[in-house]
């Protein structure tokens, strides 16, 4: 929304939300970062990544959850901007399917794990199925918990508790989300594909 | 910018137990520290004893908590002591009393806030660290003993291997825990200072209590985190069979690496020691200027000082692990960027100096702890040089040297910093006055006995001895150190003894305290000039509107004109042509801090 606003009371006080997210948002980057650092260190003192022996991870079907998560995102996207509008009923709907298409991610990763799981890679399997099964693990918590954020800012939303002066509330767990999916695409290129 | 005001609440449970109110946090964080500081010292005596008196019945401790050995400390308790003993003071006595107390405390009402950006996530913060002491008591509870890997936590001590039990486990997810609180309390404290300074408070103006504790919430946020996740590695290779840390004959070829964790841990543990002394340079630093009567010296220097610091203390972290094998170009580069931090650390004590230099000296309690401060800091520093030297540090490596600096910087100066700011603070929080003379007795014992117990750490480790020993006297190179030890533990003891001077004075002091004025030291800063003691529910009706910096004493001009030495942050002052006669001043330079 490029349109230049004056900065009213409400409009500054939005502003140090924003700010407060996005040093939260920072610290769940460092984080996240460590992980991806030990991981990182991981790999670089391992003579073969994946070591020898170690079943291959399908690709396919995580790459499809992919899509699934970045479209979560998208429809979150949206509905904020219909909210901006002050359609409020759209931004319903799109939480709605921004809420589904998370589950539906979820339900994927767990069908990812067990097939995994079934072909011989387990947590027990040393670094590497450490590095695998925590690293998704520790994401799809984050997953689980945007879920019930959206689906609190969904009713709160069917409430009508919501309007176009008042966009803060869905912004912020908006914010979260996206950053969740951030992750995501890294831990798919940095797992799956590299 | 203006904060509304929220109703104050009635209820008790909402007025002192669920509050969101910065004041009362701030009091439940001193409270809690306290404790814990309590705990963790007797931790230490418990300790202490072992060293001078080995394998004998430790007296009271012993008699209540280890009858099964007739009182005696044995190996495995003795490995749970001094690892507990780390971790409750930094994370569960420090931490609190110096962030989570003092922090609260002050940023809201030095800037000219209503509260904190975020109450409620306030009140989080504090509940959050509520449940991680929780989980701390209930390591010592647990059957196979409390944590025992050292504070450090290194695995593959503290792995199922190395510390089976519930007890490492529990603390491995307090620390997680209070990590979490901890960056809730920093997302406030950076946001708040960014967006709810009062009008006319710019960042220069800032007193450097405030801009000590802005930095430490910074290096809090973007590196306790990392620590948050070697806690949860750590928890899941515990609890869910994973094997991040743990290598070897247990999992084969294809094991995870413990030196990852020690790199985790070190990235978050270096900008530690600085979180934990930073807002301590900030409260020494107004605190000297203060009780001199003297503008702070050079107050951009110091603030410049303070941030370089911060940056620097991200990219040291190295220097822990001289031993560890690492390639010798990177332990060079380590060794050159942390002897660059004495640069900012020499201007700051140069400052310090400065700013005493030809002051009237007001020597009351805050003014010695805070000096006191400046001696064991740097003491401190100055043995730290040492260690982050490869050639000595090889030589110094895990002996009492190191205990006996660790503590002169983050034990001794952030103690004697957090009496300082207590006893300053003190009128304000309770609205009474804490007794000058006890205080006294309670500073000169604190830094006799400091300096005695840590010095004697220092020579004991010069000379050889290894720390965290048992049972040091059973090597033949280290038993004639069984003297100095045994004088060490008595001064360690008398250091015990006389804090509970202090006890007795807090608590009198609450109970039974004459009432205080509201600017008792007849201080500039906007707790003492525009709130009562205590200050109100939302601190300020209105919101001052402040016109210069926090370290305006000692101008001639201003002391004909109204009868005192110093002026606050608000009042008009002097007109331009009075303004002119102060050009005649000592220290012009210093007087630029607006
Ligand atoms: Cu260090």
Redesign the pocket.
């Given at each position: 929304m490029g349109d230049v606003v004056e900065l009213r009371p409400r409009a500054r006080e939005d502003f140090t939300s924003v700010i407060g997210m996005m040093i939260a948002l920072g610290a769940w980057a460092m984080m996240f970062g460590a992980l991806f650092f030990m991981y990182a260190g991981m790999r670089s003192h391992a003579l073969m990544w994946p070591p020898p022996g170690v079943p291959r991870l399908p690709i396919g079907l995580p790459a499809l959850n992919t899509a699934v998560l970045l479209a979560s995102s998208g429809a979150f996207s949206l509905g904020l901007r219909s909210l901006r509008k002050g359609e409020r009923r759209a931004l319903s709907a799109w939480l709605a399917a921004a809420a589904a298409l998370g589950t539906t991610f979820l339900a994927l990763q767990v069908v990812v794990w067990r097939d995994v799981w079934a072909s011989g890679l387990q947590p027990s399997t040393g670094a590497y199925g450490s590095v695998f099964y925590g690293l998704t693990a520790l994401h799809a918590v984050h997953v689980a918990a945007g879920i019930l954020v959206i689906l609190l800012v969904l009713v709160r939303s069917l409430l009508g508790k919501y309007t176009e002066h008042n966009v803060m509330p869905v912004r912020l767990p908006g914010m979260f989300w996206h950053f969740v999916d951030a992750v995501w695409v890294l831990m798919f290129v940095s797992l799956y594909l590299l | 910018m203006e904060q509304h005001i929220h109703p104050e609440p009635k209820a008790f449970i909402w007025k002192y137990v669920f509050s969101i109110d910065h004041k009362v946090i701030a009091k439940q964080f001193l409270w809690t520290g306290l404790m814990f500081l309590a705990l963790g010292g007797t931790l230490a005596m418990m300790i202490r004893w072992q060293w001078a008196y080995p394998k004998t019945a430790v007296p009271v401790v012993g008699a209540l908590f280890l009858s099964h050995t007739g009182g005696a400390i044995t190996p495995p308790t003795y490995t749970s002591i001094f690892t507990m003993h780390g971790l409750i003071m930094i994370f569960w006595a420090i931490t609190p009393i110096l962030i989570g107390a003092f922090g609260n405390f002050c940023i809201p009402l030095m800037i000219g806030a209503r509260d904190m950006a975020f109450p409620k996530l306030n009140m989080y913060s504090y509940w959050m660290f509520f449940a991680s002491s929780v989980l701390v008591i209930l390591s010592f509870t647990s059957q196979l003993g409390a944590a025992s890997a050292g504070w450090t936590t290194y695995p593959p001590l503290s792995t199922n291997v190395g510390a089976p039990g519930w007890g490492q486990t529990y603390m491995a997810l307090a620390i997680f825990a209070t990590g979490v609180s901890t960056i809730m309390g920093g997302i406030n404290y950076i946001v708040t200072v960014i967006r709810y300074r009062a009008p006319g408070m710019t960042w220069f103006r800032l007193p450097l209590t405030i801009w000590g504790m802005w930095l430490t919430a910074i290096l809090n946020v973007l590196f306790v985190p990392v620590l948050g996740s070697a806690a949860l590695l750590l928890s899941l290779d515990r609890l869910a069979g994973t094997h991040f840390f743990v290598a070897g004959a247990a999992v084969g070829i294809q094991g995870g690496d413990p030196m990852l964790f020690q790199h985790l841990f070190?990235i978050f543990?270096?900008p530690e020691?600085y979180i934990l002394i930073l807002p301590v340079w900030g409260i020494v630093g107004d605190i000297l200027s203060f009780f001199s009567r003297k503008p702070a010296f050079w107050y951009k220097g110091s603030v410049f000082a303070m941030i370089a610091v911060t940056v620097l203390s991200a990219v040291?972290?190295g220097?822990?692990m001289y031993q560890t094998g690492m390639a010798p170009l990177l332990g060079l580069g380590f060794e050159m960027l942390?002897l660059a931090i004495s640069v900012p650390a020499v201007v700051l004590f140069v400052n310090w100096l400065n700013t005493i230099w030809k002051g009237s000296l007001r020597l009351e309690v805050p003014m010695l702890f805070a000096l006191g401060m400046v001696f064991v800091f740097g003491a401190g520093g100055l043995t730290g040089l040492l260690l982050g030297t490869i050639s000595t540090d090889i030589y110094l490596h895990d002996t009492m040297y190191v205990v006996g600096h660790f503590h002169l910087t983050m034990a001794a100066a952030s103690f004697l910093g957090s009496f300082s700011a207590l006893y300053f603070w003190f009128p304000k929080m309770y609205g009474k006055q804490m007794d000058q003379n006890l205080g006294k007795v309670h500073f000169w014992g604190s830094v006799v006995f400091i300096t005695l117990v840590f010095g004697g750490q220092l020579v004991a480790g010069y000379s050889g001895q290894h720390r965290r020993l048992f049972e040091p006297y059973q090597y033949t190179y280290i038993r004639h150190l069984a003297p100095l030890n045994r004088w060490t533990s008595f001064a360690a003891f008398a250091l015990g003894a006389t804090q509970l001077i202090f006890v007795v004075n807090f608590i009198k002091s609450i109970l039974m305290g004459k009432k205080a004025e509201q600017n008792p030291w007849h201080v500039s800063t906007l707790e003492w000039t525009h709130c009562a003691s205590p200050p109100i529910y939302h601190n300020f009706d209105i919101v001052p509107t402040v016109v210069r910096g926090a370290h305006e004493y000692a101008d001639p001009a201003v002391k004909k004109k109204f009868g005192r030495d110093y002026l606050d942050q608000v009042e008009p002052g002097l007109s331009a042509v009075d303004e002119d006669s102060s050009a005649g001043m000592p220290e012009p330079e210093a007087i630029g801090a607006e």
């Open positions: - | 070190w543990g270096h020691v040291v972290y220097h822990h942390t």
